[in-house]
Each structure stands twice: as structure tokens, then as C-alpha cells.
């Protein structure tokens, strides 16, 4: 029923693109600010309580209504309630198809509509200060979109909605805790945690999809102490094995075709281990 789930939401999203606004962000920062104000935090979100009071009650629900539909019906209540939850957790715009429009742009030598296809996109970022558009893209699209993704579908099908709410939650409160530099350090474990093992099998099949020994290599070179956005950044950019004089078209394609090769290896994986496994 997870493997259906989520391919009918893919499907959704294909063929009905304005599913593609529903997102649950817009009511978790309405949320966030009702509760900032509540507990006057001050814009500190390092203290345990008022991020358990953020993050847990959503994910409470999603397990209690996931609880109650159960197999009641055949299970097509609860196909069509994980369907319903993927669709308010699937990113608006996937990263190989934020590639593919950067790569029609670029070939048509529309760099002002690269650069304001990637601003509207992509969350900004200082990391990527000074970079192009080609540019922050790759970057986003190997350690942030491609991982994001997966973790989804990975959650979900271990969890089912309840394991997807809680990534989507994860990732939103990574995202609040980027506007608090003083604080939010306590948003950003949730993330971390949740991501470490998707961030590692990605890893794998960067390597396995493009170059492993420079995946290892870059790997070995990091620390056992690298961030999970980083790890998968490096290794993302050392698995294309592109030459220095590589077009930003060609760097772009490349990056599309070792995500989707990637993800859809893992997919394929995943889906033949829910099969034998009972998960």
C-alpha cells in the first residue's frame, strides 16, 4: 500500500500541477509564530519544551488517525489518507525538474532567467554567495534536493504518514531555525537525526551511479564529524567526475542523470525490501 501510495502521489503531482501548492509550511509558520508568542520565546527556539510542543503534536495526529484507519475497508481509507499526507509533503518543485528548466534556460543563453528561476526556487542561502545559477542548483539539487526526497519516501514507507509528517516536519524546522542565528539549534537535530541514514544510503548510490572511489575518497577526507547537506555536497560534485572545462549544460545534465539513476535504484531497492521485509 506505501509503494502505491506513493506512486499515485507522483502521479498526482505530474498530472494535476496544482496539487503542487499544497505544502504544509505556510500552517507550521503560522503555528511557530502562534506559539513564539504564547511562550514570548524571543526568537529561541533552543529549549526542549516549546520544540516538542511545535514538532509533536502534527506528528500525534498523523499517528493517531493512521492508527485508527488501519486496514478498515481493504485499506483504502488508509491508501487514501497516505496519499493525502504525501501530497501536503512532496516538494513543490523536484530537483531534477528544477534542473531540467535551468538546463532549457541555459540553452537558450537566458542566464537572467537562470538566475531568477534559481531566487524564486531556492531558499537563500550565504553558503552559496557569489555563486551562479548553474552553480547553486548542482549544489542544491545533490545535498539538499535529491536527499529530501528520499528521506520522504524512506520514512514513509518504514513509518507510513506518520514517518513522512515527521521528515516534513524535520525539514521545516530546519528551515525556521536558518532565520534565528542566535538560536534553533535544537530545530536542527530532528533534521539531523532523521537524515543521517537516508544521507549515507544516497551517499552509496552516488558512488555506485557515478564514481565510487571518488565518493570513498572524498568521504575519507571528510571526518566522521561532517554535516549530512555537506557530506552528500561533496561527494555529489566527486561522484559526477566531470573535467575542469565542463559547460554548466553539461555539469547540469550530468547532475540530473545521477539523481534520478540514484534515486530510482534506491526506490527500486526499498520497495523489494518492503516486499520481503516487514517494515
Known amino acids: 500500500m506505501d509503494v502505491i501510495a506513493i506512486l499515485l502521489a507522483l502521479l498526482i503531482c505530474h498530472y494535476w500541477p496544482v496539487s503542487r501548492d499544497w505544502n504544509m509550511r505556510a500552517p507550521f509558520l503560522r503555528y511557530a509564530d502562534w506559539l513564539q508568542v504564547r511562550l514570548d520565546l524571543a526568537n529561541d527556539w533552543n529549549r526542549t519544551l516549546p520544540v516538542l510542543l511545535l514538532l509533536l503534536p502534527p506528528v500525534l495526529l498523523t499517528a493517531l488517525l493512521q492508527l485508527l484507519l488501519g486496514y ?41 532567467q537562470a538566475q531568477q528561476l534559481v531566487d524564486e526556487n531556492l531558499p537563500a542561502d550565504r553558503e552559496r554567495f557569489g555563486e551562479t545559477a548553474s552553480e547553486q ?15 520522504l519516501a524512506f520514512w514513509f514507507i518504514v513509518f507510513g504518514p506518520f514517518g513522512a509528517v515527521a521528515w516534513r516536519l524535520a525539514d521545516l524546522a530546519r528551515g525556521l531555525a536558518e532565520d534565528h542565528e542566535s538560536g534553533g539549534q535544537a530545530l536542527r537535530v530532528w533534521h539531523d537525526w532523521l ?23 572524498s568521504w575519507r577526507g571528510l571526518g566522521p564529524h561532517v554535516s549530512n547537506r555537506e557530506l552528500l555536497d561533496r561527494s555529489g ?3 559526477l567526475h566531470l573535467p575542469a572545462d565542463a559547460t554548466p549544460v553539461q555539469r547540469l545534465t550530468t547532475s540530473r542523470q545521477l539523481i534520478r539513476r540514484a534515486l530510482i535504484g534506491l526506490f527500486a531497492a526499498l520497495i523489494v525490501l518492503k516486499l520481503i521485509l516487514p517494515i
Open 195 to 217: 537524515g543521517w541514514l537516508p544521507a549515507r544510503l544516497l551517499l552509496c548510490a552516488y558512488g555506485f551511479m557515478g564514481s565510487l572511489q571518488a565518493v570513498l575518497a
Open 237 to 239: 560534485r566527486a561522484a
Open 137 to 151: 542548483a548542482e549544489r542544491h539539487a545533490l545535498s539538499e534536493g535529491a536527499p529530501d526526497l528520499l528521506a
Open 72 to 112: 478498515r475497508l481493504a485499506g483504502i481509507p488508509a491508501l487514501l489518507f497516505g496519499v493525502l499526507v504525501l501530497l501536503l509533503c512532496l516538494p513543490p518543485l523536484r530537483a531534477d525538474q528544477l534542473l531540467s528548466k535551468l538546463i532549457r534556460t541555459l540553452e537558450r543563453s537566458r542566464e537572467d
